[in-house]
């Protein structure tokens, strides 16, 4: 069975850092893409940024203060933040586009999220 299981979150004072790693487990046939979005109460789940095989793509919003690294087809994924702010408090939840399976169709995996706090 595929998971994704995420680590790295927590409590920091603005300004500060925090980096987020994702690891899939289980078997996979191929991963095309790892991502990070985040949701904030009462908010809709955002893209933060996404990594495929040569490229990283980012939201606006943290352009120039977070770094997404790794490799989809090893199966993993990073995110450095920097100069946190008030803002990014969310909750963080990796996703991953992948085929279990030659045959099965490219879907969707999400992890269980995890809580970063930025405190004014």
């Known amino acids: 069975q595929v998971q994704l299981v995420e680590s790295g979150g927590g409590l920091v004072e603005t300004g500060g850092s925090l980096r987020l790693s994702c690891v899939v487990s289980?078997?996979?046939?191929?991963?095309?893409?790892m991502a990070w979005y985040r949701q904030a109460p009462g908010k809709p789940r955002e893209l933060v940024g996404m990594?495929?095989?040569?490229?990283?793509n980012y939201a606006e919003s943290v352009k120039g203060r977070c770094t997404i690294s790794g490799d989809p087809a090893k199966t993993t994924a990073y995110l450095q933040m920097n100069s946190l702010k008030p803002e990014d408090t969310a909750i963080y939840y990796c996703?991953?586009?992948?085929?279990?399976?030659?045959?099965?169709?490219?879907?969707?995996?999400w992890g269980q999220g995890t809580q970063v706090t930025a405190s004014s």
């Open positions: 289980g078997s996979t046939f191929r991963v095309d893409t």
């Open positions: 990594l495929t095989d040569g490229s990283k």
């Open positions: 996703g991953a586009t992948l085929k279990v399976t030659r045959a099965s169709p490219l879907t969707m995996y």
